[in-house]
């Protein structure tokens, strides 16, 4: 498949410079991590940035609320905007609690430790959050193009180069006559990575097995179940588990045209494109 095509902007808009924002202040904390992890940075270097990052925690608490307001107002539920932005703000205000400890003392081992331990656990949850709000925000703004459902498969996942320990097993089934679709491709790689780490539960040492197919009705559905078998040998990278994950995924297939069926005990999912997916007007200021 080509490259995914660039998505629509609008340079200096509000929603433009709430992206920013979030982005620049993700940014920040991942540096951070980095800061706190390394054994060669010393407590004047991190007590030189904290600063920094603890003024980027209001504006990063409103550029989410923004893009999320925005977005709630494309969707036809706005439940999984709401409940996306009720789990950013915990954990920001506990962020930001924690740097204005570690402001207000002497940043010892002890200190140190802590504003770790919270950082370590806070910024993967957001990162994985932030995913969630660009895929929300590419399903009711993005541009179908008509592809190869295998090709989104194999650009979803990697060969077995990957690191095992970041890495979920699968198993690309490919069919003789591969199913082509017009599909947001964006949101279609980002919709199969969740798949694939809820059935597995984001274990790497769980298989899945992965396959697409057409039904009868017309439709196509790309299928995600635990277990090994027979196939082409990749895997997709693990994701931090967060509860709006589900929501946000069945949201953005719907924008898209699409939904998603799941067994009662998570072993099986499958994202099912109806046989009409075309493109849709724009939803979402650029």
């Known amino acids: ?9 609008s340079p200096g808009g509000p929603l433009d410079a709430a992206r920013g924002v979030l982005r620049d202040a993700l940014g ?32 990063l608490s409103a550029a989410v609320r923004e893009l999320l307001s925005a977005v709630g107002k494309a969707l036809p539920d706005a439940a999984p905007a709401d409940a996306l932005r009720e789990f950013f703000e915990p954990r920001i205000q506990e962020l930001e609690r924690s740097l204005l400890r570690a402001m207000r003392g002497p940043i010892n081992a002890s200190s140190r430790l802590e504003l770790e331990r919270v950082v370590k656990r806070v910024y993967p949850e957001l990162d994985a959050a932030r995913e969630l709000v660009d895929l929300l ?6 541009r179908n193009v008509r592809v190869s459902v295998i090709e989104l498969l194999r650009q979803a996942s990697a060969g077995e180069r990957a690191r ?16 082509e679709l017009s599909v947001n491709p964006r949101v279609a790689l980002v919709l199969f990575a969740i798949a694939a780490n809820l059935v597995s539960g984001g ?3 769980k298989h899945v097995r992965i396959s697409a ?13 635990a277990g090994d078998g027979d196939g082409e040998r ?7 588990p967060i509860a709006p994950a589900l929501a946000c995924a069945e949201a953005a297939a719907r ?31 650029r």
């Open 28 to 59: 920040g904390l991942g540096n951070l991590v980095q800061l706190l992890q390394s054994i060669r940075v010393g407590p004047k270097a991190l007590a030189a940035v904290l600063p920094d990052v603890h003024a980027s925690c209001a504006p």
């Open 137 to 142: 925000e590419d399903a009711v703004r993005g």
């Open 234 to 240: 990749r895997s997709i990278v693990a994701r931090v």
């Open 203 to 205: 274990n790497p040492q």
């Open 164 to 179: 095992p320990e970041e890495a979920i097993k699968v198993t690309l089934s490919v069919a003789t006559a591969t199913p």
């Open 255 to 285: 924008a898209c045209s699409a939904r998603i069926e799941r067994a009662s005990d998570g072993s099986k999912l499958a994202i099912v494109w109806s046989s009409d997916a075309s493109l849709r007007p724009n939803g979402l200021e």
């Open 213 to 225: 197919a057409s039904r009868d009705s017309g439709e196509c559905a790309v299928s995600f179940e």
């Open 1 to 9: 498949m080509s490259n995914l095509p660039p998505q629509p902007t």
